[in-house]
């Protein structure tokens, strides 16, 4: 579908595909690819000619429209997104313009401290409303999924709503374990995707594929610790007991990493509440696992009758026997919005450190067109 460029912030369209107040259609645009992960990444790249009808208008603070399709059921909705510019560049005679999501707007602001704890999501995220400075959101953001999820969180540090929703050490995503995403001026709270069928293999989906594995950054034992003041206003440094922390059953040789707990505890933990934090951490993440790199060459458009989407379990197959099958998340994408064709995955574990990334995925799907 051919995006769709309008003036300034745009607050007033159908988002199945007509635009109430556009300037235009970009119909000589020479590519429009948007990208998308669970880590909060949503942009847009479009290519268009320097001398094009509407050079002048692509410019900072206006709104491309484009097509960004959500699988729902056994189809895919069709659903036009809001992308703000902020940065053009010009090589060639070619321009390369870049937007980010109206949701962006919530890295306009700042989070004033907040001396009450939150017990709860929702009441996290009431919270931050509460304390925020600077964001001009009234009216534009709705809550479409809010999951009970009970747990404290503390708003101590001075950061944007956008840190606070997907920050990578202290976040909402982070202490609640849950997914963040937008359409349009909805936002959801969840786990987002499911399971499928979907599978990518060799002869359907799969274009290419290597594997490395690396260990380079690998540990198994933690030095956890906690840094700040006692109630005397003196500086203090907490550490477990035992200071150094390894998974059961122990891993040798031992390689041990400190990691600070600081951000997890208002004020000074005993060392049994910092071990059991550690620990869980520790468990969790897992970090004695080589870190594994999947790349594949990937094509796959609106119209297979394998729907995925963002979020969603997928089966990989490196060969058409059963020797090399995966369980994989797809964590991120890159959707060709003109071509309306999925030109890019990122397949991951849930756990940190493991990545599977698509390579070349453009290229197989041009070829695949041809």
Same mark, same amino acid.
């Given at each position: ?27 000589? #645009? ?69 937007? !980010? !999501? ?163 505890? @208002? ?10 934090? #550690? ?9 004695? @696992? ?9 094509? !796959?458009?609106? #119209? ?17 026997? @059963?020797? !090399?099958? @995966? ?44």
């Amino acid at each position: 579908m051919i995006p769709i460029l309008c003036e300034g912030r745009l607050t007033d369209y159908n988002r199945t595909g007509s635009v109430n107040s556009g300037i235009g259609r970009l119909d000589q #645009a020479l590519s429009c690819v948007i990208t998308e992960d669970l880590a909060g990444v949503y942009e847009l790249e479009i290519t268009y000619p320097a001398d094009g009808r509407y050079a002048r208008e692509l410019k900072k603070g206006n709104t491309i429209a484009a097509l960004r399709p959500y699988a729902n059921g056994n189809v895919y909705t069709r659903w036009l997104e809001p992308f703000e510019i902020y940065k053009i560049s010009i090589d060639n005679g070619i321009m390369t313009v870049n937007a !980010h !999501h109206l949701s962006y707007m919530f890295a306009d602001s700042v989070i004033e401290p907040y001396s009450n704890v939150a017990s709860s999501l929702s009441q996290a995220y009431q919270f931050l409303g509460w304390r925020t400075l600077g964001l001009d959101a009234d009216g534009y953001w709705s809550i479409e999924l809010m999951p009970t999820v009970q747990g404290e969180f503390r708003i101590e540090s001075i950061k944007s709503f956008r840190e606070y929703l997907y920050d990578d050490t202290y976040s909402l995503r982070k202490i609640y374990n849950v997914d963040i995403w937008f359409r349009e001026y909805d936002i959801y709270f969840g786990t987002r995707g499911e399971d499928r069928g979907a599978e990518i293999r060799p002869g359907k989906n799969l274009a290419d594929w290597s594997i490395k594995n690396d260990a380079s950054e690998a540990y198994n034992a933690i030095v956890p610790y906690w840094q700040g003041q006692n109630d005397s206003g003196f500086d203090i440094t907490v550490f477990a007991n035992p200071k150094v922390v390894k998974p059961t059953p122990e891993i040798t040789p031992t390689i041990a990493r400190a990691i600070d707990f600081s951000s997890y505890f @208002e004020t000074a933990p005993t060392q049994s509440a910092l071990t059991t934090t #550690a620990t869980n951490y520790l468990n969790t993440l897992q970090p004695w @696992e080589p870190y594994k790199h999947i790349e594949v060459g990937f094509y !796959h458009d609106t #119209a297979d009758a394998d729907l995925i989407d963002l979020g969603d379990t997928v089966t990989v197959y490196l060969d058409n026997l @059963e020797n !090399h099958r @995966e369980k994989m998340r797809i964590v991120s994408v890159k959707y060709d919005s003109i071509m309306e064709k999925f030109v890019e995955i990122e397949l991951g574990d849930p756990r940190e450190g493991y990545a599977v990334t698509s390579s070349d995925g453009l290229q197989a799907t041009r070829k695949n067109m041809a």
